[in-house]
């Protein structure tokens, strides 16, 4: 029950941040990109 509820809140987060997740995601793998080329 307890993890049904928390998953339920992690999903309607996640559709309320979509895309502040899209951006900050694009964020992220241009960072290990520059990380990558930077090796």
Sequence with gaps: M???LVFIKFVV???FYLINDI???LIIVMVIRLMLALK
């Design 2 to 4: 307890l993890d049904a």
């Design 13 to 15: 987060i996640r559709k």
């Design 23 to 25: 951006k900050s995601g």
